[in-house]
C-alpha cells in the first residue's frame, strides 16, 4: 500500500498563533496553493482512501482529492489547551520554555503532550495497516505526520522535531510485506 502523508496547506492566521486544535480557516491563496499541491499528487487508484483531520484546514483539502472522505478524530493536531487561540510570544517565557524542554510528557495547561499524541495516531496507524487497498491519502496537521513518522520509525517522540513538515508538503510511505518504507520527506 503506499500511503501519502499530506499536511494541510497554508492557514488564514497570523504568524506566531498557537492554533493546534482551532478551527482555522485556510488562506485566501488556496485555490493556487491546492494547484501546486495536486503537481506532487499521484494519480489516485480506484480503491484509494482518504481519511483527514476533522478540522477544515484539512477537510477542504480532502474533499479536493475525493467525494468520499472518513474523517477522523485522530488525525487532530496536539491540542494547546489554554494557549489556542494565543500568541505563542503572549505566553510567559519560563512556561513556554519549561513545556518546550519536556513537551513530550508535559501538556500545555488543559492541552494534551506529545506522547498521547504519539499514542492516537499509532492507533490509527495499526488501523490504517488492516485495510486492503493499493493507495490512502491522509490529510492532517504537522504534529501528526512527526508523530506517525517517530511511530513508524521507532524513535524517540523528543527526536519528532528533527522532521520537517511545511505547510501543503507530502510524505510517501509504502507498506510492503509488513514493512513500512519512507519512499520521501517533506516533498
Known sequence: MDIYLIRHTQTDTAKGLCYG????????????????LQQKLPLLTDDCL???????????????????????????????????????DDIDADTLQHWTTHFVHIPPPNGECFSAL????????????TYNTKQ?????????IRALLTHILQLQPANAFHFQVDAGSIHKLQ?????????????
Not at 504519539?118 to 495497516?129: A, I, K, N, P, S
Open 175 to 187: 507498506y510492503l510485506n509488513n514493512y513500512t518504507y519512507i519512499s520521501y520527506i517533506n516533498r
Open 118 to 129: 504519539c499514542l492516537r495516531v499509532g492507533d490509527f496507524w495499526q488501523e490504517l495497516l
Open 136 to 144: 490512502a491519502l491522509i490529510i492532517t496537521h504537522a504534529g501528526v
Open 50 to 88: 482518504v481519511f483527514s483531520s476533522p478540522l477544515q484546514r484539512c477537510l477542504q483539502l480532502a474533499e479536493q482529492l475525493s467525494n468520499s472522505v472518513t474523517s477522523d478524530e485522530r488525525l487532530l493536531e496536539v491540542n494547546f489547551g489554554d494557549w489556542e487561540g494565543r500568541r505563542f
Open 21 to 36: 486544535q482551532s478551527d482555522v480557516a485556510l488562506a485566501k491563496g488556496f485555490p493556487e496553493h491546492w494547484q501546486q
